[in-house]
């Protein structure tokens, strides 16, 4: 399967993107789908997974901000960032795992795409 991030952009504190997760090449509803950030100078960091079945987890700096939804039929996965902050200023990438696994550790997803860059200005 391949991946496709895109959405992000530079905005102020406080404001909302939505970036996209595409999918190709093998049929969606089979993956999990995971998202991770990563800031220069700085590890590789989980922020939310959606499973088949739609189960979501959230790293704790992001709950209750992010939201995460998959549509099988566009086999898309959305995550929407809310009231964003200056240090959610990141590379963001989406990754998928067939076989279900650690749903955190980068590790364990066979599947990446290229990052969408996002921008919080204060």
Partial sequence: VQ????????VQAGESLRLSCA???????????GWFRQAPGK???FVAAIRRSGFTAYSDSVKGRFALARDNAKNT???QLNNLKPEDTANY??????????????????????????TVSS
């Fill in 77 to 79: 996965v959305y995550l």
């Fill in 93 to 118: 990438c989406c990754a998928a795992m067939r076989r279900f696994g650690t749903y955190y550790d980068p590790h364990d997803y066979n599947y990446w795409g290229q990052g969408t860059q996002v």
């Fill in 43 to 45: 590890e590789r960091e």
């Fill in 23 to 33: 999918t190709s090449g093998d049929t969606f509803s089979n993956y999990h789908v």
């Fill in 3 to 10: 991946l496709q991030a895109s959405g992000g952009g530079l």
